[in-house]
């Protein structure tokens, strides 16, 4: 170690602005990458993180349709990890043409369409402190940069209302779901916590504005 840190060391004289991965030099590396999982808390490192995952068996071409894990799988992990405060890297391989399996294709494209809906509440956010980036097993949470606004997202669809016991919102405020164009019924009390009625139509599935998981935003008080 003593050598590797040396190295490191001369490393940074030579470009201060360098960026180490961690895997292989532990604590001299400057973010964290999961291979293969997600970190069951958002209290798994200080240092920045970012899964790799591979869609299929493995990082390198795969022939078989059936491996491929699915949209549904890469949305709620998205949300799972960027709930924690970290990155979600898909792994996909191409063949010896340099071809990408068509199923992966597909899959991305699905995620791209979600991500078009629901960015907001993934992209240039932050993890809620302490344990409040979950509720329960379904519900996850994101905020943004300046703790004004909550997004929340529902890895099940919650049926006629959802319930949230960890949020408070502004009196007043509009809150509105990814994709909806109308802003949602919603009444909190301080004891039963924030709870927003679903419309009528979004009870059919083909209604609603996406699929695999839905988000809203929340101003907060």
């Given amino acids: 170690m003593a050598e590797l840190r040396k190295t490191i060391l001369h490393l940074r004289e030579l470009q201060p602005n360098v960026m180490l991965r961690a895997r292989g030099i532990g604590n001299y590396g400057d973010y964290y990458t999961p291979e293969g999982f997600v970190p069951g808390d958002k209290s798994n490192t200080e240092t920045p993180w970012m899964v790799i995952y591979p869609l299929a068996s493995g990082f390198s071409f795969d022939p078989d349709d059936s491996h ?9 992990n998205i949300v799972d990890t960027a709930a924690k405060g970290g990155n979600f890297q898909v792994g996909i391989g191409p063949d010896g043409a340099g071809r990408f399996h068509p199923v992966a294709i597909e899959q991305l494209q699905q995620v791209g369409a979600w991500l078009n809906v629901c960015g907001e509440g993934i992209y ?3 993890p809620r402190q302490a344990a409040r980036w979950r509720e329960g097993e379904a519900i996850r949470f994101t905020r943004a940069k300046d703790n004004r606004r909550a997004y929340c997202f529902a890895l099940e669809w919650p049926g006629k209302s959802l319930t949230l016991r960890s949020v408070k919102p502004k009196p007043g405020s509009r809150i509105t779901m990814f994709g909806y164009p ?13 709870k927003i009625d679903l419309p009528e139509t979004l009870q059919i599935e083909d209604r609603r504005p996406n699929e695999h998981a839905w988000g809203w935003a929340i101003q907060l008080a």
């Fill in 68 to 76: 491929y894990k699915g949209a549904r799988w890469i949305v709620h």
């Fill in 124 to 126: 240039a956010t932050r």
């Fill in 182 to 194: 109308e802003p949602m019924k919603w009444s909190f009390d301080s004891a039963a916590g924030l």
